[in-house]
């Protein structure tokens, strides 16, 4: 698969596959903290704050998620889903 691709056009198989795709590029490591997505985000994530509501329920269902531009919906990397809420909440992304 050609990545990046654009997030809100794809199936979710399409992302699934994307997901996997960038998991293997990355070596296993998260697109954001660089730890090993099979496990914890990094600490400074770990401790930072996240205002759940802000987010859709189920949120964390999945540990990795597909991170993506939500300017130009192309995506970027796959993350923990704490390093995706942190992306969210923080930074705008």
Not at 12 to 26: C, D, I, N, P
Not at 59 to 68: D, E, G, I, N
Request: glycine share 6%; proline share 6%.
């Amino acid at each position: 698969m050609k990545l990046p691709i654009d997030y809100k056009k794809s199936h979710w198989s399409v992302r699934k596959q994307a997901r996997e795709q960038y998991v293997e590029e990355q070596e296993g490591k998260c697109w954001h903290c660089a730890e090993p997505l099979n496990g914890p985000p990094a600490e400074d994530i770990a401790r930072k704050k996240i205002n759940w509501k802000l987010f859709p329920s189920g949120f964390t269902k999945w540990p990795v998620h597909l991170h993506h531009d939500h300017n130009t919906n192309l995506t970027i990397g796959a993350v923990h889903s704490k390093c995706n809420a942190v992306l969210w909440q923080y930074h705008g992304e």
